[in-house]
């Protein structure tokens, strides 16, 4: 039968794919509805998107290089990026940090390279999450950023100074994105009220706006909800119905003024100020497996020796925590946060480390001390290794008097034990003579039993 050229015929997949888009379009987020698609759409951000604003005129042109857009959740840092991509030449290629690895990167790279020598097309590789980045994943990216071959935009609600490794950062622009004001966030609510075709009266607005605090995605996805509940105007009391339980909002400051607030308490022996804490941030959502870690650390820097199960809860917490998960591992991470309040504290192991190492960085590196260096490889003894060592285990005291550092550190004293708990035990083990004895003579002949032991442990002292 005659008649114009035929389409391929779309494949069983294919209209299933389609069909599944199509639906997700349907039942997608109010927030996600609404996401705007040019930069005269945005509302806030004007200092960066408004008439003639830095990022503005990049974007128009073009012209953008790496950059991360660091700001609060629901400020537009998404947004940006779909801006970017609907108004760029180069191929915007989206990942996610929280399900890429090193592998999907260089693959992507792999890619833009391809599409640079085949098309002479750029790429544009945009990384939600990037703080969730690891230091391999980030260093991964470092060669193509540095040669041009993707421009790298990155979102992230932590504070890229600190959370993104800085040979990276010194590669892109970082753009702040501010909470959203109380004007910006009603504008946004209006446009979802006309949108669904439904009303809402000013106190609901306004309960809306306050609770959010900054965040319109928050505050669309509230609306989204009282939408639900109630058929008619949306009123303050539907706007609570939906906000029933909403966590405690924990911004950036708050992160680590709370951190700060916890660590004190625990380290002021105030077991009671720690729960407070701990309670503030677990209600706010922070990750319990970074409290975890910072009680981890602080089991050692501020608890140490005085309280040698101290760092043994601390790390059981944070291991209950992976294995159980919230919301029962809180009992654990409450009993460490108790444990480690209520410990005697020293701060000896923090000093004595630090004094170590600045030892160990102002001085010349002095060479391992003949009697101290391994005697098992051919030719060591030759070479005089070994030779003097006295085995500790050896003398019915169970320790010698020998030096065990290179003469430019030898008599310098670290680690002084605190007179708190179990330190106190440790200070009188550790009683000593003030003056070193020298190294052994060169030449000397190590004793019948000496030697290194390969077949006995060999503890540090």
Known sequence: ????????????????????????????????????????????????????????????????????????????????????????AKAFVPLSAVAAGVAEVRAVLDEARRRLGEQGTGTILFIDEVHRFNRAQQDALLPAVEEGLVVLIGATTENPFFSVSSPLLSRATVWHLEPLGPDELSTILSRALAAEGRQADDAALDALVQLAEGDARAALGALEVALALDQGPITRAGVARARAGRLLHHGRDEHYDQTSAL???????????????????????????????????????????????????????????????????????????????????????????????????????????????????????????????????????GWVDQQYRPDQAAGHRYYEPSPHGAEADLARRLQRPATPPASPPPGASPPASGGDRPDRPQPNR
């Not at 040698?308 to 991470?333: F, I, K, S």
Request: hydrophobic share 45%; proline share 8%.
């Open 1 to 88: 039968m005659a008649g114009g050229p035929r389409r391929p015929a779309a494949s069983a997949g294919d209209l299933f794919s389609a069909a599944a888009d199509h639906h997700l379009a349907e039942r997608a987020p109010l927030a996600a509805r609404l996401r705007p698609h040019r930069l005269d759409q945005i509302v806030g951000q004007q200092h960066l998107v408004g008439p003639g604003a830095p990022l503005r005129v990049l974007i128009d042109a073009d012209r953008l290089t790496s950059a991360i857009f660091w700001g609060p959740a629901g400020t537009g840092k998404t947004t940006l990026a779909l801006v970017v991509a609907e108004t760029t």
């Open 263 to 397: 660590i004190k308490s625990i380290r002021g022996s105030d077991p009671d100020a720690g729960l407070y804490w701990l309670a503030r941030m677990l209600d706010a959502g922070e990750d319990p497996r970074f409290i975890a870690r910072r009680l981890v650390i602080l089991a050692s820097e501020d608890v140490g020796l005085a309280d040698p199960l101290a760092l043994v809860v601390a790390d059981a917490a944070a291991h209950a925590v992976e294995l159980v998960g919230l919301p029962e591992a809180q009992l654990n991470l409450a009993q460490a946060v108790v444990h480690l309040a209520c410990a005697p504290k020293s701060n000896r192991i923090t000093v004595a480390l630090a004094r170590a190492r600045d030892d160990a960085r102002s001085a010349p590196p002095g060479d391992v001390p003949a009697h101290l260096r391994d005697a098992h490889h051919p030719g060591a003894r030759q070479l005089g290794h070994g030779r003097g060592y006295r085995y500790p285990h050896d003398d019915p005291s």
